[in-house]
């Protein structure tokens, strides 16, 4: 009886354990997880043909290029490692820039598609062809996409479907929230779309103003975390020239001093850039 007794107790405490967190989604889930967030980032940043798994591929390749290197310039191990370890996170590190950079410049745009988009439909466009339309008169940096939705639907003409596939090929929030809304009135109809657009036009304007103020303000701090993450090993790829200071570091201290040294570099620079970038938008409507 005193087993039975524990047995319900046990199973009643992880019961409320699990109950104070939220459920994590499963392995294979589109909406979170870092496959989904790498694709979106390969997308943003125009490399879309690429798969997260090439990209991996590519980190490992060059994290291998730059570890023979580093034995051939420094003849040191560990100094090799870490050298191979900081080139093999330049690839993604790359894709997350370009990524930032061309959300940036589209952050811009979007409230001129929006402007198109109402206007077409105010004159009397349908959906379909007010989307189309862009692909003609909008920004040029976004024509192709929408380009590809107008064939897209006069092959189909599946507008769902081809909802979809335009999402897929723009990967930002903004586009989810305007794709989401024509859809939603083409499935149960309304006469509020017009009034809809305008009113994110106007906040995407005042988001992007708002915006552009803090990062003015922020911009010494990520430049000055790049700045205080990069010094101290600029000074020791310096050093590592001169075989008798490279030579320091080939023992089990130095590979434990430049290990806390790059993990100490990786979480501040983190940390600090946590702190000074503003959120991005997630993609909640995909």
């Known amino acids: 009886m005193g087993v039975v007794v524990g047995l319900l107790l046990g199973a009643g405490l992880a019961c409320i354990w699990w109950s104070c967190w939220a459920p994590s989604p499963g392995s294979g889930s589109k909406v979170d997880g870092w496959q989904a967030r790498t694709q979106d980032h390969l997308v943003q940043a125009g490399m879309g043909g690429v798969t997260p798994a090439g990209l991996v591929l590519v980190s490992g390749g060059v994290g291998v290029l730059g570890l023979v290197l580093g034995l051939a310039v420094t003849r040191v191990p560990s100094m090799a490692l870490c050298l191979g370890a900081f080139v093999a996170m330049a690839p993604s590190a790359l894709v997350r820039s370009r990524a930032r950079r061309r959300r940036a410049r589209l952050r811009r745009l979007w409230p001129e598609v929006v402007d198109h988009l109402a206007s077409g439909i105010r004159a009397g466009l349908a959906l379909p062809e007010a989307l189309a339309q862009i692909g003609e008169r909008g920004p040029v940096e976004l024509r192709e996409p929408f380009v590809a939705f107008a064939e897209d639907y006069r092959a189909t003409g599946r507008f769902g479907e081809c909802l979809d596939l335009l999402k897929a090929r723009l990967a930002d929030p903004v586009a989810d929230r305007i794709v989401e809304a024509l859809r939603m009135t083409r499935d149960v109809g309304g006469t509020d779309l017009g009034r809809l657009l305008r009113t994110l036009s106007t906040f995407l304007r005042e988001d992007l103003r708002t915006r552009g103020e803090l990062e003015a303000r922020q911009s010494w ?43 100490s570099t990786v ?20």
């Open 221 to 263: 701090t990520v430049n000055a975390a790049r700045l205080a993450a990069a010094a101290p090993w600029l000074v020791l790829g310096l050093l590592a020239t001169r075989s008798e200071a490279a030579a320091a570091y080939d023992s089990t201290a130095g590979l434990l001093v430049l290990a806390a040294g790059a993990a």
């Open 267 to 286: 979480v501040a620079y983190a940390l600090m850039l946590r702190i000074a970038r503003l959120p991005e938008d997630p993609r909640v409507l995909r």
